[in-house]
């Protein structure tokens, strides 16, 4: 006897339950690699704020999203985790699901000057920054790299400028063009206008 599927939204989502790690199936070809460092780091944050992201598993129990997580749990010792149900989803759509849910945090990048600021505000309220994810070198980064000015100076039409040709040096001020100079006569020229005179 077959058990009934449970009740889901508009999407095919069942949500809010809580699972033993063992009833959550790791999917055997996740591409998405989870370094030791990584997963402590994640356990040490479910130790301190518990766990605040779902893993998402198809109708087989097999991870959509959370690898990581799943991971994590098991090394935090925390028995069961929250759990997000999707059914009804194609194969194709689940291994797009798998490699985006991965691949689009990537697309984002940080505002240096908004992280460095954040980051002054934690190590002052004494928070061990270490659990933010950053290695030494990006926080030395964060809090070397200067923002940009507050305010951008005024400038007209006469502001200075100086140039410099790559191949001979020279240098001049004023148009990125140099100015021409007086066409030189050859001196060959120069010769036939000494005997007229």
């Given at each position: 006897m077959t058990k009934p599927k449970p009740k889901?939204?508009?999407?095919?989502?069942?949500?809010?339950?809580?699972?033993?790690?063992?009833?959550?199936?790791?999917?055997?070809?996740?591409?998405?690699?989870?370094?030791p460092a990584q997963v402590t780091l994640l356990a040490q944050i479910f130790k301190k704020y518990g766990p605040d992201q779902d893993i998402v598993v198809d109708e087989d129990r097999v991870i959509l999203k959370g690898h990581g997580r799943l991971l994590a749990a098991y090394e935090a010792k925390m028995g069961e985790y929250p759990v997000t149900q999707r059914f009804g989803m194609s194969d194709a759509d689940k291994r797009a699901m798998r490699i985006a849910d991965n691949q689009l945090p990537l697309l984002g990048a940080w505002d240096n000057a908004l992280v460095q600021a954040e980051i002054s505000e934690l190590k002052l309220a004494g928070y061990d920054v270490q659990l933010l994810g950053f290695g030494e070198a990006q926080l030395v980064h964060f809090e070397t790299t200067p923002g940009p000015p507050s305010q951008f100076p005024t400038f007209d039409e006469n502001i200075p400028t100086a140039h410099q040709c790559p191949q001979c040096g020279y240098k001049w001020s004023g148009s990125s063009v140099p100015a021409a100079e007086p066409e030189k006569k050859p001196a060959k020229a120069k010769a036939e206008s000494k005997k007229k005179k």
């Open positions: 889901t939204d508009q999407w095919g989502i069942v949500r809010g339950e809580r699972w033993p790690l063992e009833k959550i199936r790791p999917y055997p070809r996740n591409s998405k690699t989870h370094p």
